[in-house]
Nanobody, 124 residues
């Protein structure tokens, strides 16, 4: 079982930056960041396969957020630049050790493991 521990959330003004971290306790095949604003469904933000360099982003964050990871068992990061008030949400790290062909990488149900969440608040 993989445990995920997140850190790095906080409050920032619009246009500012934050970096979230997600420490994983074991091997991961895929890592992702999701977010959930009050009254809204949890949505995928960024995804990275642990063994490769390809990254995938939601349209709402492309060009502003960057996902990275220190190897297949290392800490994952989400660098968030040019933050907007609409980025305000609880951010969750997610991971899985399996390939799960046929599933969407932005599907909440695709991931076995979740972090506890970290709050990001962006003021205008």
């Amino acid at each position: 079982r993989v445990q995920l521990v997140e850190s790095g959330g906080g409050s920032v003004q619009a246009g500012g930056s934050l970096r979230l971290s997600c420490a994983a306790s074991g091997y991961t095949y895929i890592m992702a960041w999701f977010r959930q604003a009050p009254g809204k469904e949890r949505e995928g933000v960024a995804v990275k396969f642990s063994s490769g360099s390809m990254q995938y982003y939601a349209d709402s964050v492309k060009g502003r957020f960057t996902i990275s990871q220190d190897g297949a068992e290392g800490t994952a990061y989400l660098q968030m630049d040019s933050l907007k008030p609409e980025d305000t949400a609880m951010y969750y790290c997610a991971a899985d050790e399996s390939q799960r062909p046929g599933t969407s990488i932005f599907d909440v149900g695709r991931y076995n493991y979740w972090g506890q969440g970290t709050q990001v608040t962006v003021s205008s």
